[in-house]
């Protein structure tokens, strides 16, 4: 039999959980684009983005996925032939390091493999031996999706500053904006990349890219930036068709609003604590069940773990059949393990992520893990019974 019927949680993680809020705000007939509402609730969602980014200075929205905010901010800052530094600890640093590579850009890659996070000092001193400033950015990624590893990007850019080293630093922060704390101007950030439908909740299909007036200075350094990546237009438009390159994406600009009308109502702080709490209470769960048998978080050390996504390593081929049990009997569609193992090995079953950003609360999390030792009972993984209970413990003590 199954019990999946009623509220189920997509928890892949991303696209994530959309808000009734912002289903219904995009339910309706297609609004005109050349005069009314649509036109003139652009400021306002504009500001709303800059909001939850923590800056000041531009953004520009694209019709894309998160591929194609790779694309957009590379195509605004660096020439083919120029070099960019990539630290990776994870699937997405190689995939932004894959678009660059693409489009003609030498791309020199540190891996730093997938249960770390980013060695600052190795970087540093890829930054010192750089004496003629080949190096023209620095693409980091704040929460890598597929390793549940969270970078600190500020200390990355103390760390670029101590070498004096020019690099424009760019973070990918598409599985992070609206979940973990991320302050882009006051950590000196020049380029961020985000999507629509992770943190921000609502379906994929717009990128965004946000760039102070360092990038926009390497900007005009460039030699052929198209009409349709150049970011100038976009982020000051003189006419409504030029924040889109032509027709806007209606419905999701109708369904963005509302989401960012509910960061703003519950404002950005709270929202970094909602995510911060909810992590520690899956950790505790996890930790706890793995404190008797093989079953683990990827990232071993808290400090370095996301507060959106939750990589991890089960010890056996079992978290396919977990995922499977979640899904089909309980309504709950965890992630499958990304970049761990390839496609088609054995160990490709071993790995699974559990995605918890945007519209989650206690109760969601509290109801997943507790399917999630159901699972666990029910395709014979071990594990120390009870994790359900640490992280009550954890949403008790803190909510
Ligand atoms: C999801 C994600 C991407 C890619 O986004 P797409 O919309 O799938 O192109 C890039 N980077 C990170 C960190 C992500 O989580």
């Given at each position: 039999?199954?019990?999946?019927?009623?509220?189920t949680?997509?928890?892949?993680?991303g696209?994530?959980?959309m808000?009734?809020r912002v289903?219904?705000?995009?339910?309706?007939?297609?609004p005109?684009?050349?005069?009314?509402?649509?036109?003139?609730?652009?400021?306002?969602l504009?500001?709303?983005l800059?909001?939850?980014?923590?800056?000041?200075?531009?953004?520009?929205i694209?019709i894309?996925?998160?591929?194609?905010?790779?694309?957009?901010?590379?195509?605004?800052?660096?020439?083919?032939?120029?070099?960019v530094?990539?630290p990776?600890?994870g699937?997405?640093?190689?995939g932004?390091?894959?678009?660059?590579?693409?489009?003609?850009i030498?791309?020199?890659l540190?891996?730093?493999?997938k249960?770390?996070?980013?060695?600052l000092?190795?970087i540093?001193?890829?930054?010192?031996?750089?004496?003629?400033?080949?190096f023209?950015?620095?693409?980091?990624?704040?929460?890598?999706?597929?390793t549940?590893?969270?970078?600190?990007?500020?200390?990355?850019?103390?760390?670029i500053?101590?070498?004096?080293?020019s690099?424009l630093?760019?973070?990918?922060?598409?599985?992070?904006?609206?979940?973990?704390?991320?302050?882009?101007?006051?950590?000196?950030?020049?380029?961020?990349v985000?999507g629509?439908q992770?943190?921000?909740?609502?379906?994929?299909?717009?990128?965004?890219?946000?760039?102070?007036?360092?990038?926009?200075?390497?900007?005009?350094?460039?030699s052929?930036?198209?009409?349709?990546?150049?970011?100038r237009?976009?982020?000051?438009?003189?006419m409504f068709?030029e924040?889109?390159?032509?027709?806007a994406?209606?419905?999701?600009?109708?369904?963005?609003?509302?989401?960012?009308?509910?960061i703003?109502?519950?404002?950005?702080?709270?929202?970094?604590?909602?995510?911060?709490?909810?992590?520690?209470?899956?950790?505790a769960?996890?930790?706890?069940w793995?404190?008797?048998?093989?079953?683990?978080?990827?990232?071993?050390?808290?400090?370095?773990?996301s507060?959106?996504?939750?990589?991890?390593?089960?010890?056996?081929?079992?978290a396919?059949?977990?995922?499977?049990?979640?899904?089909?009997?309980?309504?709950?569609?965890?992630?499958?393990?990304?970049?761990?193992?390839?496609?088609?090995?054995?160990?490709?079953?071993?790995?699974?992520?559990?995605g918890?950003?945007?519209?989650?609360?206690?109760?969601?999390?509290?109801?997943?893990?507790a399917?999630?030792?159901?699972?666990?009972?029910?395709?014979?993984?071990?594990?120390?019974?009870?994790?359900?209970?640490k992280?009550?413990?954890?949403?008790?003590e803190?909510a």
């Amino acid at each position: 039999m199954t019990l999946a019927n009623g509220l189920t949680y997509l928890a892949i993680p991303g696209p994530s959980v959309m808000p009734a809020r912002v289903l219904q705000a995009m339910h309706r007939a297609a609004p005109n684009i050349y005069a009314g509402e649509l036109i003139e609730m652009m400021p306002e969602l504009i500001t709303g983005l800059k909001y939850v980014a923590r800056t000041k200075h531009n953004a520009a929205i694209y019709i894309v996925n998160g591929h194609g905010t790779w694309e957009a901010a590379l195509a605004n800052t660096i020439n083919p032939g120029e070099t960019v530094l990539v630290p990776a600890t994870g699937r997405f640093a190689h995939g932004w390091a894959e678009m660059a590579n693409r489009l003609g850009i030498k791309v020199e890659l540190i891996d730093f493999g997938k249960r770390d996070t980013n060695d600052l000092a190795a970087i540093e001193a890829r930054l010192r031996a750089d004496d003629a400033g080949k190096f023209k950015a620095v693409l980091a990624v704040h929460t890598d999706t597929s390793t549940g590893i969270r970078n600190d990007i500020a200390a990355l850019r103390r760390t670029i500053d101590a070498t004096g080293h020019s690099a424009l630093l760019m973070a990918d922060c598409m599985a992070s904006l609206g979940c973990d704390r991320f302050e882009m101007d006051d950590w000196g950030v020049d380029v961020m990349v985000a999507g629509s439908q992770k943190g921000l909740m609502t379906p994929p299909g717009m990128g965004f890219v946000f760039f102070n007036d360092k990038a926009d200075a390497a900007r005009e350094a460039i030699s052929r930036v198209s009409h349709y990546w150049d970011w100038r237009p976009r982020a000051n438009p003189a006419m409504f068709y030029e924040y889109f390159a032509g027709t806007a994406p209606t419905h999701h600009l109708y369904g963005l609003r509302e989401a960012l009308k509910m960061i703003k109502e519950e404002t950005i702080e709270a929202v970094w604590v909602r995510h911060a709490t909810l992590a520690e209470a899956i950790w505790a769960a996890f930790d706890h069940w793995g404190s008797d048998g093989p079953l683990e978080v990827n990232a071993v050390d808290p400090a370095i773990r996301s507060h959106s996504v939750t990589a991890l390593r089960v010890g056996s081929d079992k978290a396919s059949a977990l995922r499977d049990w979640c899904e089909t009997k309980a309504g709950l569609t965890l992630g499958i393990g990304l970049g761990m193992a390839e496609p088609g090995a054995p160990e490709w079953h071993n790995f699974f992520r559990l995605g918890h950003m945007g519209h989650v609360n206690a109760q969601m999390i509290l109801g997943a893990l507790a399917t999630i030792e159901a699972g666990l009972i029910a395709v014979d993984i071990p594990h120390a019974s009870g994790g359900v209970v640490k992280a009550a413990k954890v949403i008790a003590e803190k909510a």
